[in-house]
T-cell receptor, first 117, second 115 residues
């Protein structure tokens, strides 16, 4: 069964460093998302991406964040200068366009746990 | 704005007993509702969704959910709980407002099933 994959599973970084979180969405999906979950808290939307551009972003997704689809398979989230409060689990998700993106479930990857020291 | 509420932080149930995890929603327009489960140190797994049609939706692992428009609820149910069902459960709604189709999650309900 196709699945969303994410690397690395755990990333430890120093405050102020740049990190890139990588995701490989399901191959025929066209809508891509990043969410984050601070430990013990709810899952929060960060950004959605379609047709090589951001379709929506939350207030969390400020100038230190960026997303990219550098090739036909990867979808990345870059945090330019990490802060302590960026420590969280980051989930990538993708969904199909067939039947409309509103109807289809988003398939989530296993997450990358980011720890900022 | 779309939102979901999960009124219980935790639900405890004995193995073999029926379980219910509650969710209420607030949407403008037709609701597109989902349930996801998160096992420890794992990602989110899709359980089921309500788009339209029958109010009783069947999903993975024997779970089902009942859509109730008058009560704006979408409670998750299972007739007979298993210890392995112990996990964190999220109710979610698709936000149709902005075109990004993001999913808005509830705060989550931790289910403990005791043997």
């Amino acid at each position: 069964e196709p699945e969303v994959t994410q690397t690395p599973s755990h990333q430890v970084t120093q405050m102020g460093q740049e990190v890139i979180l990588r995701c490989v969405p399901i191959s025929n999906h066209l809508y891509f998302y990043w969410y984050r979950q601070i430990l013990g808290q709810k899952v929060e939307f960060l950004v959605s991406f379609y047709n090589n551009e951001i379709s929506e972003k939350s207030e969390i997704f400020d100038d230190q964040f960026s997303v990219e689809r550098p090739d036909g398979s990867n979808f990345t989230l870059k945090i330019r200068s990490t802060k302590l409060e960026d420590s969280a689990m980051y989930f990538c998700a993708s969904s199909s366009s067939s039947g409309g993106p509103s109807y289809n479930e988003q398939f989530f990857g296993p997450g990358t746990r980011l720890t900022v020291l | 704005a779309q939102s979901v509420a999960q009124p219980e932080d935790q639900v405890n149930v004995a193995e073999g007993n029926p379980l219910t995890v509650k969710c209420t929603y607030s949407v403008s327009g037709n609701p597109y509702l989902f349930w996801y489960v998160q096992y420890p140190n794992r990602g989110l797994q899709f359980l089921l969704k309500y788009i339209t049609g029958d109010n009783l939706v069947k999903g993975s692992y024997g779970f089902e959910a009942e859509f109730n428009k008058s009560q704006t609820s979408f409670h998750l149910k299972k007739p007979s709980a298993l210890v392995s069902d112990s996990a964190l459960y999220f109710c979610a709604v698709r936000d149709m407002g902005t075109g990004g189709f993001k999913t808005i999650f509830g705060a989550g309900t931790r289910l403990f099933v005791k043997a």
